[in-house]
């Protein structure tokens, strides 16, 4: 049994890797096509920085793994608020009073409540999906309008003062990108596909659901990525960059992650993310008001009962 380990774990490895190598080539291709930073870091890189999670959904569907698919999301959300905040909060205090992210977290927790509601269907399929990329859509023209709008009273009518993107280079060779985009497109597929099928034979080798898998194993590993930039951003003191990291990418694996894959096939709901899974990744959510709207730290203390709180969620759907 340590070969599925070992392939589940360089399966992870590779779809970090591919996706950090596809975001970067993206990016400096579409800015070096005369594509604004500012549409660049509102499109590209938010599907690029998801495209694990979306990639594994999709082999997941085609596999007839749906728990996986439905456990990555659920789990990567509820692992983002508990433990991707708990973990640098016990390295440093997160100034989160200082954070204006009322409006994307009311997004977030809309986008939440919506996406239970459709799965009181059993199943989110093509409609549901419309449903949810339709409102992805309005989130990122709502987030492209203020941007612009604050460009405005700022004064600022440049483009070239927008702040660069994730992986810009403005030096980066033409070949150069090309190899970040074949590495990226190869490396996502193979990836997923590694991961999944491991994930699939430990479920199956320890009498764990799929559900499960997706829900911890799966979960955790794809959330790795913002945990690295939650810890890098807690250290240098910028919170807004921690808390708008967690609430961007929560609402982007609701509305986007599933929204597409759901094109892809049908996902059919197990009764155990009515029952229990989904209200946990609601309440995690909601813990988040005090620091939101109560304008309070993040303090050690709050790290803490976070991670406590996603230790014991883990015992609990592993018992």
Known sequence: MMM??????????????????????A????????VPA??????????GTSAPELLISIK??????????????????????????????????MHTSECHTRKTFSMMIAASILFILLALRGVYDAWAGIVLLACLAYVLFDAFRDSQIHRKECNDNSEDDVEEPE??????PGWRIA?????GLIGLPLGASLLVDNASIIARAYGISDTVIGLTLVAIGTSLP????????????????????????NMFNLLGIIGVASLIG??????????????VMLGASLLLIPFVYLRHDITRVWGIVLCGLYALYLTVILI
């Open 226 to 249: 913002e945990l690295a930039t939650t810890v890098m951003a807690a250290l240098r003191r910028q919170a807004d960059v921690a808390l708008g990291n967690v609430i961007g990418s």
């Open 27 to 34: 990016v400096n291709l579409s800015l070096r096509l005369g």
């Open 60 to 93: 997941a569907i085609l596999d007839d793994a749906p728990g996986i698919a439905l456990g990555n999301v659920v789990g990567s959300n509820t692992a983002n608020i508990l433990l991707v905040l708990g973990v640098p909060a016990l390295l440093a205090t």
């Open 4 to 25: 599925p380990w070992l392939l589940s774990i360089l399966g992870l490895v590779i779809l970090l890797l591919a996706g950090d190598a596809l975001v970067k080539g």
């Open 167 to 172: 992986g810009a280079d403005p030096d980066m």
């Open 179 to 183: 190899v970040f985009l074949v590495l």
């Open 38 to 47: 500012l549409i660049v870091s509102l499109t590209i890189v938010a599907f």
């Open 266 to 279: 049908p996902i059919e709901v197990d009764p155990q993310f009515m029952r229990f899974d989904f209200w």
